[in-house]
């Protein structure tokens, strides 16, 4: 399998995921959020890596099979949850992604309530990993994970690929802009009009904001500019950490 037929087709199956589990050859990444403030590292974000076959495997694909299989899909989460949790930078605070679908029965609940009651300097990012946006079952997932005081993000703000709900937005904690919005506002600069009202609604309620995708000093600057609380992106690329394959 070439990496260009797997980046065109994205041929994945059932077996390919389980494979890549019972194999372990997934991994992750963390890429570092940085303080508009004060320079340093807030924290990072825990992202996702795979390999089939040898060859690396975009997230998306490999979460798109699994998520039509609930308990596959429950074992890929757990996992990498486990491999996230374990290999963590020691600073700051750990983002990590869970979709409400994982929250669908008392086991599953139970078992993420109890994982990230037990682990400090954390914040659940709560995304929807297809378009299949289920309110009532996000509404159930955030009430979890409020009950147990959890640190809530809402994720891939912007994204026009992705559901957006203004539950979540209340309830969280941060706000994350996805890195869309950058091409967006290079296309029209009118778009950081509206983008300035996420971000006063967010001072207003004292929620911190988050620009993701930045990946030049150009982008850094804009950032600076529209006065978001934290960036992460390419630009930085030379602080992330890598787990263990």
Not at 43 to 58: C, H, I, T, W
Request: hydrophobic share 40%; glycine share 4%; aromatic share 10%.
């Amino acid at each position: 399998m070439s990496s260009s037929h797997l980046r065109k087709e994205h041929a994945l199956n059932y077996d390919d995921v389980r494979r890549m589990l019972d194999q372990k050859s997934f991994w992750a990444e963390y890429e570092p959020i940085i303080d508009m403030k004060e320079g340093g590292i807030f924290g990072y974000e825990a992202l996702a890596r795979f390999s089939l076959n040898g060859v690396s495997v975009p997230p998306s694909p490999v979460l798109e099979v699994a998520h039509h299989v609930k308990e596959l899909f429950f074992r890929l989460e757990r996992e990498l949850k486990d491999v996230q949790l374990k290999h963590r930078p020691n600073e700051g605070i750990l983002f990590v992604n869970i979709d409400p679908h994982n929250f669908s029965d008392g086991e599953k609940i139970t078992y993420w309530r109890d994982l990230f009651e037990e682990v400090e300097n954390i914040c659940v990012e709560v995304t929807e990993n297809t378009d299949d946006m289920q309110t009532a079952l996000l509404s159930h997932c955030l009430d979890e994970l409020q009950k147990s005081g959890i640190v809530i993000a809402q994720d891939d703000i912007g994204n026009d690929k992705k559901p957006f709900c203004f539950d979540l937005t209340h309830r969280a904690h941060f706000l994350k802009f996805d890195r869309t919005w950058l091409l967006k506002m290079r296309i029209c600069e009118d778009y950081k009009e509206i983008l300035k009202g996420f971000l006063s609604f967010a001072k207003a309620q004292q929620k911190r904001t988050i620009l993701e995708g930045v990946e030049s000093e150009e982008d850094f600057a804009l950032a600076r500019a529209l006065d978001v609380d934290f960036v992460q992106g390419y630009i930085f690329k030379h602080l992330n950490i890598h787990s263990p394959r």
